[in-house]
């Protein structure tokens, strides 16, 4: 989604904010509020809000009734506690996807107590799965990558991971049953979880974070090796603010391409296509 993940500088500060001055570099979230007192805004997870976090773009602001314009802004009004000091080290450009796709996949890495030796596969290396080899990589993790075919090998390697399996090479595929802790999915096209579900070990998760529709499970998949099947998507305010600090310390941003505004329908027609390695940045600044 466009506009949803952005990075500018501080303009201009409320009486009440204490957190930023003027000439900050800040980011910006998927989600600049939620109502902060149900259970979930409680747990510090704004972004299962039961009343519905609102949405950076195309979200209705909690007090105004207005709708969010996201990053397709000249300048953006946001509450202090949903905007993120940007680390200094972090080209801004290249950490902007790191506010959705990098914390919707840094939550489900966290939750599942990935660390050194974990055994994590990542399938798709688009936006989310080529920072999700890089976060899991940063972390410790014996790092796999899992695509339909070879030809993103190299792009695996030099992300970090340590071997590509394609879908193609059954021998591989067979090999490879129970043998990880966590299966990040990161596709967006429907597929079936069943291979997916091969891969993971006993007790270990097929976390769905690409596709957010409906599938079908075999339960004996699950059974056999008491699998677990699970989610997530986007992340609480403080879960950003630790991704981002671990961002800056193992020197971590997203791939990016920067295009100026004015070429977002380039951006699209290429999204489209999917041709991008591995996220289109635009810069608003020719828009003054
Ligand atoms: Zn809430
Ligand atoms: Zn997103």
Redesign the pocket.
Known sequence: MPGHEFTGVVTETGSGVTAFSVGDPVAVGNIVD?????P??EAGQ?NF???FPTLTYGGTDRRDGSTTLGGFSREYVVREAFAYALPAGLDPAAAAPLLCAGVTVWEPLRSLGVGPGSRVAVAGLGGLGHLAVKLAVALGAETTVLSRTEAKREDALRLGARELIAATDTARMAAARDGFDVVLDTISAPHDPAPHLRLVAMDGTLCLLGHLGRITVEVMDLLVGRKRLGSAGSGGRRATAEMLRFCAEHGITADVEVLPSARIHTALDRLARDDVRHRFVLDMSDLD
Do not use: L, R
């Open positions: 939620s109502c902060g007192t149900c979930m805004c704004e809000c039961h009343s």
